[in-house]
Structure formats: C-alpha cells, structure tokens
C-alpha cells in the first residue's frame, strides 16, 4: 500500500503554515494555531477521523484570525488531496450524520476532483471563543476547493453554537475517513471514466 501522507509547506506575507498529514493514522495530533477554538476543532477532527495531523501556524492575528483559518483550510486541502494521490481504491463517497447533545449535522462528500461547498450551518453568535462563527464556512470553502472534494454540510438541528460548529467538524471527519478508506473490491478507480480528477 502506498503512503498515504503530505507535508506542505506555505509561507505568505499574511502566514506561515506547516502541516503535516497521514491519512492512515489513529487520530495523533499536534496542533498550534493560536487560536484555541480552532485548535479544537482540528483536533476532534483529526481524532474522529483517525487521521495523524501535525500542524503549526503562525499568522497575523493582530489583523483578525481570517488569514490563518483560510490559510489553514487551503493547505489542509492540498494535503488531503496530495495524501490521496491517484485516489486508486477508494471509495470516493463517505456520509455520516453525527449527533451531539441537542445539534445533528450531516455531512457528505465526493471525492470527485470536482470541487464544490454546501454549508448550511445557522450560528447564532459572531464568535466561539476567540474564532469568528463565520470562518467556519471560509475554512470548509477553502479545504474543498483545494482538495477536489464535493462537500455538503447541512445543520439538522441544534441550538448550541458550540456543539453545531464540533459536530460539523467531527461529521466531516468521518465522512472522509470513510470515503478515503480503501476497498479492495475496487479495481483502479471508481469512476466510469477511468479517472478521478
């Protein structure tokens, strides 16, 4: 089996991001972002997912945390993406509807190479801790379109601003474990055009 792992390396005027990622881990983290809620987020998924995350990044919140949590999702996309390289194997879709406390968020994606953003997530506060609620869709935007992936996020229920924002990052966690799992009925790739990209 071929190491499904990347490391990415981006420095801008506005961040400097390393990351490292293996898609085939148990759910090791170390995670600094400077922001704590963030660094949360990323951790349950990472943990949920079952995926090893290293990660540091270092950027201009003296501006506002926008920089580094689209950042963060544009290089989190890339190494998505360059872990699962040809994608030979895959199961290409994953879904999971995850439940916490009083919130329910479904979450489905499509490995498609085609990338697109569903996100109908209802916060009803500007901020969680130190992190704009209206970042979360910038970061999912951001991992969608660098990673390729068809992804729909929809908020069933909740009223828990704090649990909405978890189960939506721990429901994307196993919706692409399971679509990145490998399956050894599939031969090459799943697709009726022989590639997926």
């Not at 490292?20 to 943990?47: P, V, W, Y």
């Not at 919706?175 to 997926?196: F, N, W």
């Amino acid at each position: 089996m071929e190491n499904r792992s990347a490391v990415i390396n981006r420095k801008t005027k506005e961040t400097d991001i390393n990351l490292e990622l293996d898609i085939d881990g148990c759910g090791k983290t170390q995670i600094e972002t400077g922001i704590g809620f963030f660094n949360h987020m990323l951790d349950s998924f990472a943990r949920h997912g079952f995926f090893d995350l290293k990660l540091n990044v270092k950027g201009d919140l003296y501006v506002d945390a926008h920089h580094t949590i689209e950042d963060t999702g544009i290089v989190l996309g890339q190494a998505i993406k360059n872990a699962l390289g040809s994608k030979q194997g895959i199961k290409r879709y994953g879904s999971f509807i995850l439940p916490m406390d009083e919130a329910l968020v479904l979450c489905a994606i499509d490995l498609s190479g085609r990338p697109f953003l569903s996100y109908e997530l209802d916060f009803t506060v500007d901020k969680i801790g130190y992190m704009d609620t209206e970042l979360v869709r910038e970061f999912f935007y951001a991992v969608s379109y660098n990673a390729g992936m068809n992804l729909h996020i929809k908020m069933l229920s909740g009223s828990n601003n704090h649990h909405i924002a978890e189960a939506a990052f721990k429901a994307f966690a196993k919706a692409l474990d399971e679509a990145s799992i490998l399956d050894t009925r599939i031969q090459g790739v799943l697709s009726t055009k022989g590639s997926i990209d």
